[in-house]
């Protein structure tokens, strides 16, 4: 059982979906936790996780603003003295036609999936460096090694550049014992996914989302809250030999030489 006790924990996009799957993790393993979103509904959840008896508050912040990310890092000083972990996970999916889509379509997922990553680890780890180290945890998807449809060409390559930069970042921090590590979850079921699931079968969503259940090994899209368990071990001490790791969290979805034979 991993603990977070007495860390300081900082995780983007933690509004709702995985990031807020996240927190709920991160904060009932003990961690004081700045959730990071740009809507007010962030501050609900944080006032949600204070109910619980947890340690959270919750920010209204655009990653792809520098000066936001900086005033995220001082407030999480201000509220709990120092940071020990970073979690980006904030990001965007829009498919599109690549020869249809103008320019903004591309530039809107590399504001938020790379520059805010980006902005958030620049704002970040000098606490964590002065904190005398540790964890930062960025979530990718295993989207970009891999694609399973046309129209991810936005998405795939901004997804494929956060592991690059975990292994830099991994490589760069090492001697400051900070570790960097993403995650590459497959199918998670959060209002991402359950929004593209409605523009592919608007009559009945649900069915889109059983469609990709049955292709899962698994036979289920994962939950916020198992991306959260993942994010919790790789932030935590029990992780600490593991540094520029990217960990697939997909039921199996990737599995090569996967198919429906013998079933
Ligand atoms: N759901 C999946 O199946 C899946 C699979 C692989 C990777 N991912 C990745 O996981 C992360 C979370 O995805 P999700 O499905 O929970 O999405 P979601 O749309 O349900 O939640 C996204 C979160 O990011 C926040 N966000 C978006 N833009 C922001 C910005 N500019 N500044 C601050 N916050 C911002 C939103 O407020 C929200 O809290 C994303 O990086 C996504 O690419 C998701």
Redesign the pocket.
Known sequence: MTTLNNKVAVV????????AGIARVFARQGASVVL????ADVLDLAAELRAEGCEATGVQ????DPRDCKRLARTAVESYGRIDILDC?????RLGNFLDENDSWRDAHVN??IN?VWNACKSVIPEIVRAGGGAVVI?S???GDLVADPGEAAYAMT?AALVGLTKALAREFADRNVRVNCIC????R????EGMAEQSDPDNPERAIDEIARAVPLGRLGT?EECGQLCAFLASDDASYITGAQVVIDGGSTLPETTSMGQ
């Open positions: 983007t996009g933690a509004s709702k979906g995985i990031g990071a979103a740009r809507g912040c655009d990653v792809t996970n904030a990001g965007i999916c938020v999936n805010g979530t998807s295993v989207t997804k979850p497959g199918y998670i959060t209002p991402l996914v916020p």
